[in-house]
């Protein structure tokens, strides 16, 4: 799968690594922790539900998130990601997906969502790529005087990641992160969604409406199927009653981010549901327009501690639309 708006404009923030150890759970019972090796083949452990792995970064690639059940847990033991660990959700709009936890400086506040069509993939070139420098750095977009959006590039032999993200600030050491990108590793490549929440506090449910406002860039496939071009609004906007912890998302008015490029006629709308316990949102039945063509997706969100501001992913079943990220502040 090809992506222009890696290639033309574009790094993930840091990501990961993990393993773990097959182990069916027949009896209903929690299976044990598993230590996995030094040297265990890449892609040779398969976790059951609820089962734990321990392993160090250098061998964490032996995890076979694809195939792990919902509900293992992989834990670092040590090296360079030491006391990160990743519990593996249900999928997200058919992504593999993982919550990535703790590590040095983690605070109860943070909080991070992986996405990938092919976890093992992009967690395979994240660990490749992890200290290279960014390269290519576009500037897509100043959002008022709280984020910005970028595009970056990261490259090691033949592993690459390139990511397309967004950041909102609710102080100067706090933030919200929403990224859409590709990694590679070998010619083999996927595509995944990030969110990011960088903040000291735990999430503290508020009452009442709160209305947001800030932009989305989703990423529609050219006709041809040639490329992925990125399309931009700054008008997107969301409702949460935090009573019911029920909202919606809309956006639409979506221009190219690169002039040459064709206009298209873009839409996105779903509801969702709020966890006032974690700070997040999630819905599955969102509706996204492209020309005429109706699809679905899968929405996922962090609201920031005191829900002063919101970042999330936009992850489509099929269709002419790859994928979208949106930043927000409340109004």
């Known amino acids: 799968m090809q992506t222009k708006f890696l290639a033309v404009l574009p790094a993930l923030a840091i990501l990961t690594a993990c393993v773990g150890s097959s182990n069916n759970n027949a009896g209903g019972t929690t299976p044990a922790t598993v230590v996995i090796p030094t040297g265990a083949a890449a892609g040779s452990v398969i976790l059951a539900a609820g089962q734990t792995a321990e392993v160090s970064t250098e061998d964490a690639l032996a995890l076979d998130f694809n195939s792990s059940a919902v509900g293992a847990v992989v834990e670092l033991t040590d090296g360079l990601l030491e006391g990160i660990k990743f519990t593996v959700q249900e999928s997200v709009g058919g992504l593999k997906t993982v919550v990535v936890e703790g ?36 500037q897509i977009s100043e959002n008022g005087d709280v984020g910005y959006t970028e595009y970056n590039e990261r490259s090691r032999g033949t592993s690459s990641r390139q990511t397309y993200y967004s950041t909102i600030y609710t102080d100067e050491d706090t933030y919200l992160e929403a990224k859409a990108g590709s990694a590679e590793v070998g010619g083999e490549e996927t595509v995944a969604l990030q969110i990011i929440r960088n903040f000291d506090d735990t999430f503290a449910a508020p009452t009442g409406d709160f209305t ?42 979506f221009e190219s981010v690169d002039p040459d490029l064709p206009e298209r006629v873009i839409s996105v709308q779903s509801d969702f549901a709020v966890n006032s316990t974690t700070g997040t949102l999630s819905g599955s039945s969102g509706t996204a327009s492209v020309d005429g063509d109706n699809q679905t997706f899968a929405i996922e969100g962090a609201f920031s501690p005191n829900a002063d501001a919101v970042a999330g992913i936009i992850a489509p079943q099929a269709g002419d639309l790859e994928g979208g990220i949106f930043i927000m502040e409340s109004r």
């Open 103 to 138: 590590g040095e400086g983690g605070d109860d506040g943070d909080h991070e969502l992986i996405a990938a069509e092919n976890l093992n993939l992009f967690l395979k070139a994240a660990l490749n790529t992890l200290d290279a420098e960014e390269e290519n750095v576009v």
């Open 212 to 253: 947001y406002v800030g932009p989305t860039d989703v990423f529609i496939r050219r006709a041809d199927d040639s490329d992925t071009d990125p399309y931009r609004t700054t008008t997107s906007q969301m409702s949460v009653d935090f009573g019911d912890n029920t909202g919606s998302y809309s956006a639409s008015g």
